[in-house]
């Protein structure tokens, strides 16, 4: 009996032992979905998977691969919100998009050894240089997950603002920002951080660098020169405020937050803050301080608040913004860096009431607004949800990295303390005893393990540690570079 000819237009891929050669004996613990769905989008980019080919029905990869249904479910769904697959009802999961082939790597010079970048006072170009330092294992902090971003959710948000938007709205707007997303914000910072305050008193900005320096600029012209900083605190605020002319004196964190007794002592007119996760340390200012804060701000004091890392939050409940409760002594400063991208460049800013028009004046003078159509989109995703749920997946996501982080350091680095671990991107690690946190970060990145020394984040004597950053490392991945430095901090 002749055979049927095989469809040409069937593009369905079954499964099989020998689909894509996978081994899921290869995948690192606890990290299965991160690791199929890297297989996945390695087949899609380079033709082993093509456009239009279905991928095996869910149940029937993982049987198998000998694993739960659920692992590979989230790793269609993570390329599904990278909007390289799509799901067609009774079609299945089909591929619709591959990864943008990596441009040619331009002729550059060779990196410098470790130890010229980790030096004990670094300079500006610090950070650009740590970013294109090779190394196998990034731990670097204030990195997200740059590979979750909500591709299929922002294709959708940007087809329906392209859809309805207005030929004028292409042209010169408000320095402020557009309407739409002054407004979403307004709602947004209600709903989350307890901030009750009206659109017109939103200016967006490119980030919070462009909200420092525009607050800079604001400052000097009502001839205040100095904004004291928490020590320890972020080395790029302190870098990004002193470009502007301002200098930085430190106040001392402990336990509780900022110790506000010795702002007042000081005489500092201003402080920026970091409350709802304090950076490095990730220390929650405790109520007592916000009192004392509140009384000193009343007192004459400006409170420059950095929402920093408030929605990435795990084992505690949230807290209210300082703005809330003290807006006419409070600038507030938040963005999607570490929610969505950083290369977005997107934030908000309230000023208090007296310096709103100088901070939109400023704003006019430097760009006349940001881009509006990235704006627009992000209003899209704050009102329709799709933010909410993203931000949903990458605490759960965070979650797991970050006890994989606390298991890994427990592990190789006994007699380490643990820093932070309640919120954010990144947990701090201090050891009693070894080499400097310079010497240890530059042997670690001689091994191929990128990471932060804490020391660069303290103006005065502190123990030594380092920053690690866990957000868009996979949990194997972790494990391996904890213990890389572990060795390095025992000398072996």
């Known amino acids: 009996m002749p055979r049927a000819k095989p469809d040409p237009t069937d593009r369905s891929i079954t499964a099989g032992s020998d689909f894509l050669h996978l081994d899921v004996g290869a995948a690192p613990s606890g990290g299965r979905a991160d690791w199929l769905a890297g297989r996945l989008r390695a087949a899609i980019a380079d033709g082993r998977v093509p ?33 390289h697959v799509a799901g067609r009802g009774r079609a299945g999961t089909v591929v619709v ?8 790597a331009p002729v550059t010079p060779a990196p410098p050894p470790p130890e010229a970048l980790f030096v004990p006072t670094p300079g500006v170009e610090i950070f650009d240089a740590l970013r294109t330092a090779p190394a196998r294992i990034d731990l670097s902090p204030g990195v997200p997950d740059l590979a979750a971003f909500p591709r299929a959710a922002w294709l959708r948000g940007e087809r329906a603002v392209l859809r309805r938007l207005d030929a ?33 008193e939103v200016v967006v900005v490119a980030g ?33 405020l002193r470009n502007w002319r301002l200098d930085t004196p430190p106040v001392p964190v402990d336990g509780h937050g900022v110790r506000v007794d010795a702002l007042a002592a000081a005489g500092h007119p201003a ?48 807290v209210p913004a300082l703005r809330a409760a003290l807006p006419e002594r409070v600038w507030y400063t938040g963005s999607v860096s570490k929610l969505l991208a950083p290369a977005l460049r ?30 627009l989109v992000l209003a899209e995703l704050m009102s329709s949800g799709d933010l909410d749920r993203h931000l949903r997946l990458l605490r759960r ?35 009693p005893a070894g080499p400097p946190d310079v010497v240890l970060a530059a042997e670690a990145l001689r091994r191929g393990v990128k990471t932060q020394p804490l020391s660069w984040h303290a103006q005065r004597p502190y123990p030594a540690g380092l920053v690690l950053g866990y957000a868009a490392i996979a949990p194997g ?9 572990g060795a390095v901090l025992r000398g072996r």
């Open 168 to 200: 004028a709205a292409l042209g010169y707007g408000d320095p402020r920002g557009a309407p739409a997303l002054r407004l979403a914000v307004a709602q947004r910072l209600a709903r989350t951080r307890g901030i009750r305050v009206e659109a017109d």
């Open 208 to 240: 919070v660098s462009q909200a420092l320096g525009l607050l800079a600029q604001v400052l000097h012209d009502e001839g205040v020169h100095t904004v004291a900083v928490e020590d320890p605190g972020s080395l790029g605020v302190r870098q990004h």
């Open 51 to 83: 456009l239009g080919a279905r991928l095996p029905a869910t149940r029937v990869l993982a049987d198998e691969l000998g694993v739960s249904r659920g692992v590979v479910v989230e790793a269609y769904q993570r390329l599904t919100e990278e909007g």
């Open 477 to 485: 991945e972790i494990e391996e570079g904890v213990a890389v430095l």
């Open 271 to 318: 402080v920026l803050l970091t409350p709802a996760h304090q950076f490095p340390t990730g220390v929650v200012l405790h109520g007592d301080r916000r009192r004392r804060l509140r009384d000193w701000a009343r007192d004459g004091g400006l409170v420059l608040e950095d929402d920093y890392d408030a929605e990435h939050r795990y084992d505690r409940p949230p």
């Open 397 to 431: 996501r965070h979650v797991r990295r970050r006890d994989a982080m606390i298991r890994a350091v427990a592990r190789h680095l006994p007699g380490a303390t643990v820093h932070g671990a309640a919120a954010g991107l990144h947990l701090t690690v201090t050891y």
């Open 97 to 104: 998009a591959a990864p943008a082939a990596a441009p040619l």
């Open 346 to 375: 997107v934030g908000w800013v309230l000023a208090p009431p007296r310096q709103r028009d100088a901070l939109v004046a400023a704003k006019r003078m430097a760009d006349l607004g940001n881009a509006v159509l990235p704006q």
